[in-house]
T-cell receptor
């Protein structure tokens, strides 16, 4: 079945450093979504990418969707303590006539002040 | 606007007991999802409904798990009998078609 892997599993940075998490799918995706889960909280939607090669920015966050629509990345510039949490990508299978999302394994970000 | 509502927030039960988790999706959303989250297995989709109809239950672990959606504003996930390995956080999420999913606060289940 479809699998979505993320690397790294865990990253510890000093406040102000940059951070990147990578997401790779075993199958081509129709679109990809990113979610953030704070410790003890629930996943919260960040963004959706649909087009091949698409790049979107939200303040210090930059999201990319690969040309082959099988991978994606999230880059945070100058991390802050409020960025702490687990970041998940979630992909929808290309051609799938369903609303089903497959969540990635997640990357836990720790930010030291 | 109220978000997705789940109850109870915490449940501690003994092995063999029946557990029922409840979810009220956001009004107007036509898709509802049940997820389970553990350290070992991450965030797993158990089952999802579209317009109150179960579409994909391939993630339901075994016959001990069942889910229903009797109407557009209510769903239940039942585990009977419960086992210690069912201990996890169970999330309900809803969406409007293929758009973003809105997650509830989750139910933390501990089976002793």
């Amino acid at each position: 079945g479809q699998q979505v892997m993320q690397i790294p599993q865990y990253q510890h940075v000093q406040e102000g450093e940059d951070f990147t998490t990578y997401c790779n799918s075993s199958t081509t995706l129709s679109n990809i979504q990113w979610y953030k889960q704070r410790p003890g909280g629930h996943p919260v939607f960040l963004i959706q990418l649909v087009k091949s090669g698409e790049v979107k920015k939200q303040k210090r966050l930059t999201f990319q969707f690969g040309e082959a629509k099988k991978n994606s990345s999230l880059h945070i510039t100058a991390t802050q303590t409020t960025d702490v949490g687990t970041y998940f990508c979630a992909g929808r299978d290309y051609g799938g006539a369903t609303n089903k999302l497959i969540f990635g394994t997640g990357t836990l970000l720790a930010v030291q002040p | 606007d109220a978000g997705v509502i789940q109850s109870p927030r915490h449940e501690v039960t003994e092995m063999g007991q029946e557990v029922t988790l409840r979810c009220k999706p956001i009004s107007g959303h036509n898709s509802l999802f049940w997820y389970r989250q553990t350290m070992m297995r991450g965030l797993e989709l158990l089952i999802y409904f579209n317009n109150n109809v179960p579409i994909d239950d391939s993630g339901m672990p075994e016959d001990r798990f069942s889910a229903k959606m009797p109407n557009a504003s209510f769903s239940t996930l039942k585990i009977q009998p419960s086992e210690p390995r069912d201990s996890a956080v169970y999330f309900c999420a809803s969406s409007l078609s293929v758009n973003e999913q809105f997650f509830g606060p989750g139910t933390r289940l501990t089976v002793l």
